[in-house]
Each structure stands twice: as structure tokens, then as C-alpha cells.
């Protein structure tokens, strides 16, 4: 819903101050896990939500019949007209409104609180929203709270077993629509973005100095315009995830081991690493989406198969960020990568944090061709990427929606239908028993009868273990794009914002109150900023080509494996009637 | 229910009986047809019966909401010390109490009304209940009604189409758990049996000419007891269902051509001579299950396709008599299998049911072995005779109820899931359209997402055509089976009372009030009767054990080759991606 155009981030900001209290209707029908929080829904039922700070892609509501708990903000939409007045929305972003404001690349990660637009609860979900990791790290700023200890001796002692880990890892996927992260993350870049001047680049104004290694080259080629391409592609293996712990086996978390190809040293790092990461490349790189992370979770859901489906999924970021031409190039994450020195870690991260090439100040770096851009066709490309990301989200939501449903009914009416044709089998089998005849073809059908069941049964269970072969990896791959086009809208905003700020100069200078050669200063880094977004919608559909047939083709072939596994069984069990 | 044992067949006279009025307990979900009188119930649910001589194994009532509607009797199952006060049983056959009693076998036919123990209800039931027939054909004895007649010129201008035949066919067939046919044929079968004198057999006060070709043999051979095996085994092929009509059109029927091997000459028979062969055969062989016919159906409800699988059902009773040692060579089914003039099926028809060796009396024409029978070894045989009975007819509930909601849930929830796959794929592709670069590798994926999308689609429908492939033979075999087992409490009571007689009889002598010599005979004659016995039950488990052996071979191969479709679908879409 947040994503239907340009003018979308700004709107998007209006929907996350809402108050609660507004009313929903539920598009899908959502099982609660029993025993916990969560609120079972069903498709069409209007409930009241009462808080929306609960967790990355939760909500909190109650029903007609008065139950609260909590449900995915993915499976409802808002019934309109219903909630109270909305808190207006905040300013629009007064860099494009001021052209005299003058930058303070100090202060860029500052004093981001003197800014801040959000209601406290949003900021609340965001500060407290790392469940996940709290119940692994007793070591963030916080500190542990009794839940995470629990939690880990719990595990320490073996008495955690995973439940269903595949539902709900699929299901989790599925039920963060990105609304809370998506109007956060927006809120967060657009701001950044605004306060590290892209209005000063387009007016010449910022003074930073880039270092030749820090330019950034974009080219047009026969497959139109590209970033600098990756020269020496690499990859690198996220596995292993450890449970680790420090002070006396006090606090524990979870250590994915990183390895990249091109010089094999394993680095671990924490989900709080990752975490850092990716608000460093947010930062600085306002043009590019950034891959997400894994959804934070609400903790002691999952165990075993939760941690290796969240390994899985970082390896999608990390796969998604070696192959972007300027990701993976950078020094943030090139540090993120290789640093295995705790003393130069934290050199490191305080040199990120205080990197100046970041948001709008980024656009310095750029290295455009000198053709300029022909403006109808910008908007035309711009209008028809706008258009792509839209149906793509609903496309996505739809596939998502699809995925955590079947794999729902995978395990529960899919497995029951088949073993209950199995349990039939088996009661004909059982009443072919009474004939005791020693007649061996009579003995023979009643013992082909019962494996046809038994046969049953095992495809009721393997219909149960199958939705982590085929809907989950293709959720990850759907995640993984979910949270890249959730990125587009602002970007696309950014860039109309600069085509905006370039007519307003050209205004400028047909009343003369701009020189020309101001003005031509001014097209041109507006081309600059529009071969960025070019490059960057390039590289976003040939890799969405790329991961989307690989993904098909992983979700067909274990579909058709499916299938034959159960042709096998069935051939089985009609040899036994031979 | 109605089986459970030897004392049931006096028990289910109970059943017919009943008043309506009492409650009963839904077992299985129903869903009633849309737009029909059926009501859809859910397991667990009370309901009140209201009427129970609708249809063959429908009933009617009314559930706690008040809705009136029919359900299949076979879903249900009657809550206890809930109905009003039964009317009284029947009193129990006079003739075992009675041993004076003369056979008036000039009586057997003539006047069956002047005995008759069943409420007008039941007999409306019965006389009323061939509305199938009654559809095609206004030639019955009550003339054609107004919906016939709409029925027939409907079709006729092509206006009826077939809806979903499928589910109605094996649901039709779950429907009927024979209660209600059960119930009235035995009781048919019992009182003429009664009345036909088994006592008078085993008393030997019967005086019937029996010629040499009416003989039944019976031999005991390494398999046991067993019938005159036959040596010339022939098949019948039943085929090419025709609407035909007389009277100029008015009145119209299906006429289905029979072509039996040993002739190869086509013999033509509309459903009411079926009825009136079965008629015969019931009567005539007390100790032989008679197959059953194809359930009698509510009109107007399917066309084609039911007519189809009609046929199926017909074919499944012609074979089974075609392979029964005694019923195939039997002088009223060799009439019906052969002839094909006018003149002298009606003489047939008459002879037929003016036949003296009916009943009781056709005890008279077994030739058994000498050996007398252990009584002790008979009881075990007959008491695992019941056993499994019981045992096959709790395991063919659960069986046909599976087929019938196997069957529904393939037209309906399965169908349905693979298509919203379907959809949620082609949503995908159709969101990909919007990339309209040349780059023909995306234009390709689009293509492909496209095909995966259709494919799903395709697997849906496969789904839908699927039962009629494997439950829905599989279901024709149930059906059959349900049949034959429903009449062996029958004639394991038949059996039972023989030794109870023999008793009696053993008593009298030992009192020296029956002669050795007469007792030596009644104790010959009741062997012939456990003789006959002992070859039927032989009989029963051979077929049983080639019929479910094909049957369940059939199922598995159909299945195997369903899921080996949806690969080759799957191959196909994969393909695409290359």
C-alpha cells in the first residue's frame, strides 16, 4: 500500500503516525500459534487495532467477540473512513522548499533526534523492535531482559523443541508487508537524504572532498546505462550459524560465519552486525535499495529450523549485495567482510559512522557520461519503473499470501486429507485380516492393502515436509524483492524532487535571475542523479530476472521432485499387489 | 448398522419400521447441492428425521436451525433412547415356531400384499422409489408425470446440461448405505423365505419336482466347500446406454445393449428389467447375495455422465452374476441375457415368476456331499463369517464416505487451490509484462512465469476430472461389495435357524418324540443347507479377493498416473526457463 507511485513516501509518512484505534478488515485468514500471542483471523472479520509498535510486520488488535492479540499487518487492510483524525502529516521536506539552506555534513548522524517527525510509538517499534537479536544478546544496549534467559537455558538445556519451524518461518516471511519497516525506513533515508543536502548538490553548494577510490563510474552500454560492472565477481558463503556466548556462558547469540571467495578468511558476525550494516548502506547509498535483512522476529517462536531459515536468509542479502556493482565494492562493506581484528572493527565502524559521502553528498562521487538526458524521456522511464514496482508488490503480496496459505495447508488439511485416505486404507486392510484363509493370494492382498495406506500416510508427511523445499525458498527470494521495491518509491521521489528543483533553476534562469552557466552546472547534476537512478533500475531488472527464473526453476523442480517422490511410493505400493 | 452380527436381519426390520421423528447424529460433513432439496450437515450436528421413504438411502429432516432438507441416511446415525416409541417388531417367522405349518407354494407369488408387515410408508417407498427409471420412462405402471415430461423435452432441446456429474455419481453412491434398501430386501427375502418353508425343507414335508437340470452341485475340493465350479466361463458386456422412446416419442427411455460372449448376440434392457431379474434372483436363491443394482436416484438430477457411470454399475452386477457358479447358469438370467423376442420374454417373464424352486425351496435342488458337518467347526465358520462381515462393512463405510469427500474436495477446495496458485503466478507474469525492454531473456521469464501460471491452472482441472478415474471405480466396487455383505446377516440367520431347527429336533428325539430315522434327515438336510453355506462364503472371499485386488490395482495405477501427469505439466512449464 505503500507503494503506488512517486508521491508515495510522503504519503507513506502519514500512515505511520496514524493513531491506533482505526478500524481493519482481514484479507486472509491467519491460525494463531495456540499458546501464544497471537490472534487467529478470518478472512472478512473487521477488528480494531491497538497497537501497530509491537514488532516488524505485527500488529495488535481486538475482535468483535472482544479477544486481543496480535496478527500480521500484511493480512488486514484499513476499513476507510474508520479511524479517528489522523495526526496531520509532517512538513514536506523543507531542503526542496529553502534553496539557501546550507549543509552541516557534521551533523548528518548528529543530532537525528532534533528532526525526528515520529510519534514516540513508532520510534518505541523501531528501538525495542530487535526481538530477535535480544533474545540471543543480552550484550545490546538495553540489556538482557528475564525473557532472553529463559529463552536460552531453555535452549541450553535441550527443552526448546522447534515447532513447525517451516509454517512459520514462511508464514513470518509473509505476514511483514513492510508497512511499519517501509514507512520507518523511508522516514529514515528521506530525512537523511534531505538533511545531507540534495538540494546543495544540485546547487553546487556541498564542499567534500572524494578520494579517487570513492568515485563511483556509470556508463551507457548496449544494455543501456550501467553501473561500473563488477570486474572480479565474488561471492560469499554465510553458514554455520553458532550459538556463541560470552561472560561465563552468561549471554549468548547466534554467529554466522562468513566466508568470501576471493580470500577464503571465515569472519562471524552477529545479526546485530548485519544490523549495522545495512544502516550504513542505507545511509549513505540513496538511490540504491538495499536488500533487507530477515524480519525481526517476536522471540521464543522458533529455534533449530528458525535460525537456519534466518541463515538462509542473510545469504540472500549477502548474494544480493555482492552482485550490486557499487554495494559490493564499498568500504563499509568490504569492512564488514573481511575485518577480523576486534581493535580495527571498531576503527572501522567509527570511520562508517562518520563517512561523509553519505545521502545526497553520495551524488558527488558519481561519475556520469556527458550526454545529457532528454527530460520527457526520464519521466516516461521513471513513470513506467513506478508502474513495474507497483504491480510487482501486488503480484508479490499475492505470491506471498499464496505461499504462507499453502504451506499452511501443507501442514494441516493437505497432510490430514492423505493420511485420512490412508487411515481408510488401512480399516479395509485390518477387516481383510478376519479372513484368515491360508490362502496366500488372499494373504497377500490384505498385506498390499495395508501399505497402500501406510503409502498414505507417508505422502500425508510428505506433504507436511515439503513447503521448505519449494514455498519457502521461493518466500526468501520474495522477501528479498519485497523489501528492494519497498525502496523505490522514495528514490523515485528523490529523483523527481531534483527534476523539480532543475525546472525551478530553469525558471530561475529565463527570468534571469540565474546565470546560464549556473544553470547548465545545475542540468548537469541532474543527469548525474538521473544516470544513478538509470543504473540502478538496469541492474534491479536484470537481477530480479536472474533470482526470479532461478527461483521458479528451484520452486518447478522441487514441485516435480514432489511429485515423483510420491509417483515412487504409489509405484511401491502397487508392486505389492503383484 | 444393520450389520452386526447373526440377530440383525430381525433387528433392521425394526429400523423400517421406525416412526419418523427421532433424532439422529450427523457422522460425516454434507454438503447439499445448491438449488436442490438437499441440506448440508456437519458432523456432530442432531438432527430430527422427518421422512425416511424419499428415495433409496435418502432421508428427510430438519436440523436445529429449523432448515428442512434430504441428507444421505448413511451420514448419520441415530441418537439413542431419542425416538418415540417404535411401533412393535414384527412378530419373529412363524414358521420356525410353527412346524405344522403347510407350503403353499401357488402362494408364494400371488399374495405377498396379504402378509405384508410393513407400514404404508415404507411399501409408498418402494413402489414410489424408482424415480430414475420413472424419468425415461412414462411407460411404468403409475404413468408419466409432468416432470418427467419436462425432463425429457429439456433435454431433448438440449437445455439440461450435465452438472458435475462426477461427484454426484460416487456421492450418490456413498448416499446409500442401503438402510433403507436393506432393510426392505430382507425383509422381502425373509418373509418369502418364511413362507417358502425353510422349515418345511428341513422337515421334509416339501413336495417340489426337481429336474435334473436344476440341480445345484455342491463339492468340496483342496479349496474347500465350493459350488459346481463353472467350466465354460462366459463374459456380457453392457454397452451403449440409448435414449429410445415409443408412443411416437412421448414416452422415452434408456435402453442399454447387452452382448454376453457366448452368443455374441445383443440382447436390449431398460433399468425396470434389471429391477424385475434382481426381484427374481432375491427371491429365488435364499442363500446366495444377490449384487445389487445401481442406487435408484432422485430424479433429473444428473444426465450424461450419470447415465455413463449408470452403465458402469450395471456392467459391475452382470458380472459378478456372469461369474457366481449358480446364478450364471441360472434359467431366469439366461432368459434375460438371451432373449430377444417379444413373445417369449413375456412367457419367460411369466414361467420366471410362477417358479416353485424360490426360497426355502430351492434348497431342494442342492446336491451336497455326504460328510456330515461338524456343528461346533460350523458355528466358528460362521461366527468369523459375521466377524468379517462386520469388519468389511465398517471398513467400506469409511472407504465410500473417503471417496465421496475425496471425490467433492477434488472438484472443489483441490481444484480451487491449484488454480489460486495458478493465479498468484500469473499475477506475477502479468506484473513483469510491465518491463517491456527488448532484453529477450526477460521477455522470456515473463513467458514462462506466464506458462507456470496456466500450468497450475491446467493441474487444477486435472484434479476436478480426476475422481471419475480412480474413487469413482473404486467407489463401483464399494458400492457392490456394500451389497453383497448387507445380505449375509441375512443368510447367516437363514443358516442359524436351520441349526436351531436341528436342535429342536435332536431334542424331540432324545424325548423319543421324533423318530432316529426322521431326525438322520433332518440333520442331512440341514448340512445340505451349511453345505451351500459353506460353498457361498468360499465363493464371497475368492471374488471379494480378485475384485479388490483389481479394484485397488485400477485406484493406484490411475493415481500414479494422475501425479505423472502433473510432472510432465510441471517438465513442460520448467522448460520454459531454459
Wanted: hydrophobic letters at 35%; a negative charge; proline letters at 5%.
Amino acid at each position: 500500500m505503500n507503494i503506488s507511485g512517486c508521491e508515495i513516501s510522503v504519503n507513506s509518512q502519514v500512515s505511520i503516525v496514524k493513531m491506533a484505534g482505526f478500524r481493519v478488515q482481514a484479507l486472509y485468514d491467519f491460525a494463531g500459534e495456540p499458546g501464544t500471542a497471537e490472534l487467529s483471523i478470518t478472512a472478512g472479520e473487521v477488528l480494531t487495532v491497538t497497537r501497530q509498535n509491537v514488532g516488524e510486520g505485527w500488529w495488535e488488535g481486538v475482535n468483535q467477540a472482544g479477544q486481543t492479540g496480535l496478527f500480521p499487518a500484511a493480512y488486514v487492510q484499513e476499513v476507510k473512513g474508520s479511524q479517528p483524525p489522523a495526526m496531520p502529516p509532517p512538513p514536506l521536506p523543507e531542503a526542496f522548499t529553502d534553496p539557501v539552506q546550507e549543509v552541516n555534513t557534521e551533523d548528518t548522524w548528529g543530532s537525528q533526534g532534533d528532526h525526528q517527525q515520529q510519534p514516540l510509538s513508532s520510534q518505541q517499534s523501531y528501538e525495542g523492535g530487535d526481538y530477535w537479536d535480544d533474545e540471543w544478546d543480552d550484550d545490546s544496549e538495553g540489556g538482557g531482559t528475564q525473557t532472553s534467559q529463559t529463552n536460552n537455558s531453555a535452549y541450553a538445556s535441550g527443552q526448546v523443541i522447534p515447532k513447525s519451524g517451516s509454517v512459520g518461518d514462511v508464514s513470518t516471511i509473509g505476514k511483514s508487508d513492510g508497512k511499519g519497516t517501509v514507512g520507518r525506513k523511508n522516514f529514515n533515508r528521506f530525512t537523511t537524504f534531505v538533511k545531507s543536502g540534495g538540494e546543495s548538490y544540485i546547487l553546487g553548494t556541498v564542499k567534500v572532498a572524494v578520494r579517487e577510490e570513492d568515485k563511483v563510474h556509470i556508463y551507457e552500454s548496449e544494455k543501456g546505462v550501467v553501473w561500473n560492472p563488477i570486474t572480479e565477481p565474488y561471492v560469499c558463503m554465510v553458514a554455520s550459524p553458532k550459538k556463541e556466548s560470552k561472560l561465563k556462558g552468561l549471554k549468548s547469540f547466534i554467529a554466522y560465519q562468513l566466508t568470501p571467495s576471493f580470500n577464503n578468511i571465515q569472519v562471524s558476525r552477529r545479526y546485530k552486525h548485519f544490523d549495522w550494516l545495512h544502516e550504513r548502506l542505507e545511509e549513505k547509498f540513496s538511490l540504491v535499495p538495499i536488500p533487507p535483512l530477515p524480519d525481526k522476529q517476536i522471540s521464543g517462536r522458533y529455534e533449530e529450523q528458525f535460525i537456519e531459515h534466518r541463515r538462509a536468509q542473510l545469504q540472500a542479502f549477502v548474494n544480493s549485495v555482492c552482485r550490486h556493482p557499487v554495494l559490493s565494492r564499498c568500504e563499509v562493506w568490504q569492512h564488514f567482510l573481511t575485518c577480523t581484528d576486534e581493535k580495527r572493527w571498531k576503527a572501522g565502524k567509527r570511520k562508517a559512522e562518520k563517512d561523509e559521502l553519505v545521502g545526497a553528498n553520495f551524488f558527488i562521487t558519481l561519475q556520469a557520461p556527458e550526454r545529457p538526458q532528454n527530460i520527457t524521456d526520464l519521466e516516461q522511464e521513471t513513470e513506467k519503473c513506478s508502474k513495474f514496482i507497483h504491480e510487482m508488490d501486488g503480484a508479490i503480496k499475492i505470491l506471498m499470501a499464496t505461499a504462507v496459505d499453502q504451506t499452511k495447508k501443507h501442514q494441516g488439511p493437505y497432510k490430514r486429507e492423505y493420511q485420512r485416505i490412508g487411515h481408510a486404507f488401512s480399516a479395509l486392510g485390518l477387516a481383510f485380516r478376519e479372513d484368515d484363509s491360508p490362502e496366500s493370494a488372499r494373504q497377500n492382498l490384505m498385506e498390499a492393502v495395508r501399505v497402500t495406506g501406510n503409502t498414505y500416510h507417508e505422502i500425508g508427511k510428505l506433504f507436511e515436509e515439503q513447503p521448505k523445499l519449494d514455498w519457502e525458498p521461493l518466500a526468501d527470494v520474495l522477501h528479498l524483492y519485497k523489501g528492494i521495491i519497498s525502496s523505490f518509491p522514495d528514490i523515485l521521489t528523490v529523483h523527481k524532487g531534483s527534476l523539480q528543483k532543475r525546472r525551478e533553476c530553469e525558471k530561475l534562469a529565463a527570468d534571469h535571475k540565474m546565470e546560464s552557466s549556473q544553470l547548465s552546472d545545475v542540468v548537469r547534476r541532474t543527469d548525474v542523479i538521473s544516470y544513478a537512478l538509470l543504473a540502478e533500475i538496469n541492474h534491479f531488472h536484470s537481477e530480479r530476472a536472474i533470482d526470479f527464473r532461478l527461483a521458479m526453476q528451484n520452486y518447478l523442480k522441487e514441485q516435480i521432485s514432489f511429485y515423483q517422490k510420491i509417483v515412487a511410493k504409489l509405484q511401491d505400493a502397487l508392486g505389492k499387489y503383484d
